[in-house]
């Protein structure tokens, strides 16, 4: 028997609410709401149940046509999104400097063109801005539909009357999808959060769901059954994920298998009835869309604005506030759009918004290329710090032609990257090439020790690769540089085969094994008659970060003061404890060792700025390329005279 479908589930609206509710506490509140990011999840289904269900009844019809699907998406997304794009324009002009401004202009354009999840990522990596200070972040989600929808209504027009193809051909597709989402989540995670291949699968579960429950073939049977494990399903989710999962990956069968089951239970089933078509989630519901737009600009701003996670209770007031500009948009702006009645308002409404849209692609544009500026530009010393943090020169790794069959294996994690300009710098300087073969074998965010992995990174892999290279006998000399405090401050480095994922600390049974395993692969390298190099900690701390001098909290840019140098005995405090340890390995394996302090600070001090006042630091532990360009010479024999 068919299945009719209602023109409204006040059900699934109460759904939409939970999985905004589930991704506005884990942005707000991440430890307490760990999974809540599944939330994303459940509006993928959501969407791709509700606008294919749109379609196949105006294929069935034959009042389907492609100017009317996208008028429709267009009065649906564009009103509030542009609103969004502009306050965040509006708000960056008070609160961020330069550089950050220039980001945030490609954000938007690249919101304004829903290509959001290609551009972050793009950016992914190690020197990518941390996910909380990105305003427009989530909207990598929206690009995603869009993306679906670009080309999801022409295939299904193109299958239209032959039912069994359509169904074949939306199988294959999720199947795909699924697999590459499994394939990505294992060797590119990045690839696998952001891009639509690994989330195409998503969206056509709720397509395929849409075409069954349109063809009538899907069972009424056992409705309260499938909604309370549909709700498992999703509650589990919210539970047992958090940031150090595979996500996708398999993980994410639980928010969507628990979607459809949901929704397939429809309307008359108990939980849908009496849980989900409550007035106060209903209403959640049909405001979710704004307020998922809302409530992450404003949160992010206030962590850019207090310089770290803000106080909870703001936190939680910006949350009430971004629900009530939900409102105020849905009310005063979408309705107005979507559904008025007056001939003139419908003639001009997507005309006027697409041109909104455009306008605020424009003034991304501009923004991104420093053609439109924050206020915090009128400040010089703004524009200094700006300029330090973009000043970063390594365009990856290679492999330089000595005149000689033997080479010099360059190896390590940003640490490594940022003493590259100078080997630029000598290379260019020579007309002859280098006497050994010069290669560079680096990761940022992975530290070159056996032993270690870090969440996400697959450190294991970079490091097994980079000492087997380094055994090579044609490889002469080995030189090593890491952050070696990172490593064992940053909480996420762990013992390879630790099921715990305990992080690595000074003193710990996990940290010892890793360094006696570093130990005993240098001893074997120095065996084999290699010359191994070790690079200590570079100076280090919140005294050298350019942007530490400034204050938001005012919701405008303010100096505090100068950049101030950093002593000597307050940086040996920080490195003093590893970089004994490494002295005393190198010590006893016989290798060399180079302490960049020694060529970057006088006895007692570490300057920060240079003598016209400019940053010598890209942040609290990176050199500028310009500064390691011209003062840091503590490697040209390796490069040259050796």
């Given at each position: 028997m068919k299945s009719a479908l209602p023109s409204y589930r006040p059900d699934v609206d109460g759904l939409r609410a939970i999985a905004v509710l589930a991704v506005v506490a884990f942005h707000a509140f991440p430890h307490a709401a760990p999974g809540g990011f599944a939330g994303v999840d459940v509006f993928f289904v959501i969407s791709?149940?509700?606008?294919?269900?749109?379609?196949?009844?105006?294929?069935?019809?034959?009042?389907?046509?492609?100017?009317?699907?996208?008028?429709?998406?267009?009065?649906r997304i564009f009103p509030a999104l542009v609103l969004v794009l502009a306050a965040c324009l509006a708000l960056g002009w008070l609160l961020l400097l330069p550089d950050e401004y220039a980001a945030l202009g490609k954000h938007v354009a690249a919101g304004a063109?829903?290509?959001?999840?290609?551009?972050?990522?793009?950016?992914?990596?190690?020197?990518?801005?941390?996910?909380?200070?990105?305003?427009?972040?989530?909207?990598?989600?929206?690009?995603?539909?869009?993306?679906?929808?670009?080309?999801?209504?022409?295939?299904?027009?193109?299958?239209?009357?032959?039912?069994?193809?359509?169904?074949?051909?939306?199988?294959?597709?999720?199947?795909?999808?699924?697999?590459?989402?499994?394939?990505?989540?294992?060797?590119?995670?990045?690839?696998?959060?952001?891009?639509?291949?690994?989330?195409?699968?998503?969206?056509?579960?709720?397509?395929?769901?849409?075409?069954?429950?349109?063809?009538?073939?899907?069972?009424?049977?056992?409705?309260?059954?499938?909604?309370?494990?549909?709700?498992?399903?999703?509650?589990?989710?919210?539970?047992?994920l958090e940031a150090g999962r595979a996500f996708p990956g398999w993980w994410a069968l639980l928010p969507v298998l628990g979607t459809v089951l949901l929704i397939w239970a429809g309307p008359a089933a108990w939980l849908n009835r009496r849980v989900l078509s409550q007035p106060a989630l209903v209403f959640v519901g049909l405001v979710s869309y704004p307020w998922y737009l809302w409530h992450w600009p404003l949160l992010s701003y206030a962590r850019i604005a207090h310089d770290g996670e803000a106080p909870a209770a703001l936190r939680l007031g910006l949350c009430a506030l971004s629900l009530l500009l939900a409102w105020l948009t849905y009310e005063l702006v979408e309705k107005k759009v979507r559904f008025s009645k007056l001939p003139a308002v419908r003639r001009v409404a997507v005309p006027a918004v697409a041109a909104s849209m455009a306008a605020a692609a424009v003034a991304g544009v501009l923004a991104s290329q420093s053609r439109l500026l924050p206020q915090s530009a009128a400040l010089p010393y703004a524009r200094e710090a700006s300029r330090a943090y973009t000043d970063w020169d390594y365009g990856g790794d290679r492999i330089i032609l000595g005149q000689t069959g033997r080479t010099v294996l360059f190896f390590g994690d940003s640490h490594m990257q940022h003493y590259w300009p100078r080997i630029e710098k000598l290379l260019a300087e020579h007309a002859a090439a280098p006497r050994n073969t010069l290669v560079l074998k680096t990761a940022g965010g992975c530290a070159p020790v056996p032993g270690i992995e870090r969440r996400r990174l697959r450190c294991r892999q970079f490091v097994d690769a980079g000492f087997s290279l380094a055994r090579q006998p044609e490889v002469d000399t080995v030189v090593i540089a890491a952050s070696w405090v990172g490593m064992l401050q940053r909480g996420d480095y762990y013992k390879v085969g630790d099921p715990e994922q305990e992080p690595l600390e000074f003193l710990t049974p996990q940290t010892e094994w890793v360094l006696q395993g570093f130990q005993a692969t240098l001893a074997e390298l120095t065996a084999a008659g290699k010359h191994v190099v070790l690079i200590l900690s570079s100076p280090r701390g919140a005294a050298l970060d350019p942007k530490s001098v400034f204050d938001r909290e005012a919701m405008t840019v303010?100096?505090?003061?100068?950049?101030?140098?950093?002593?000597?005995?307050?940086?040996?405090?920080?490195?003093?404890?590893?970089?004994?340890?490494?002295?005393?390995?190198?010590?006893?394996?016989?290798?060399?060792?180079?302490?960049?302090?020694?060529?970057?600070?006088s006895p007692k001090l570490c300057p920060s700025v240079d003598e016209l006042g400019r940053p010598l630091y890209k942040d609290e532990s990176h050199l500028r390329a310009s500064v390691a360009r011209e003062r840091f010479s503590a490697m040209d024999g390796y490069v040259y005279l050796r």
């Open positions: 791709g149940f509700l606008i294919s269900s749109i379609i196949f009844d105006d294929l069935k019809s034959g009042r389907f046509s492609f100017a009317g699907f996208y008028w429709r998406r267009v009065r063109a829903f290509a959001s999840n290609i551009v972050l990522w793009r950016e992914a990596g190690y020197f990518d801005t941390t996910a909380d200070l990105k305003p427009l972040l989530h909207l990598w989600s929206l690009g995603v539909e869009e993306q679906y929808y670009l080309v999801w209504p022409m295939l299904l027009f193109l299958f239209r009357g032959r039912r069994g193809h359509m169904l074949g051909m939306i199988a294959a597709i999720a199947a795909l999808s699924f697999a590459a989402n499994i394939g990505l989540t294992l060797y590119k995670p990045n690839a696998a959060f952001f891009l639509p291949a690994g989330r195409f699968w998503e969206l056509l579960a709720g397509s395929l769901l849409a075409y069954f429950h349109h063809h009538g073939r899907l069972p009424e049977a056992y409705r309260n059954a499938k909604a309370a494990l549909g709700a498992a399903m999703i509650a589990a989710a919210f539970a047992l303010q100096v505090r003061g100068a950049l101030a140098p950093l002593p000597r005995s307050e940086l040996a405090a920080l490195t003093a404890p590893i970089d004994g340890r490494l002295r005393r390995i190198a010590k006893a394996v016989g290798a060399s060792v180079i302490d960049p302090a020694d060529w970057l600070c």
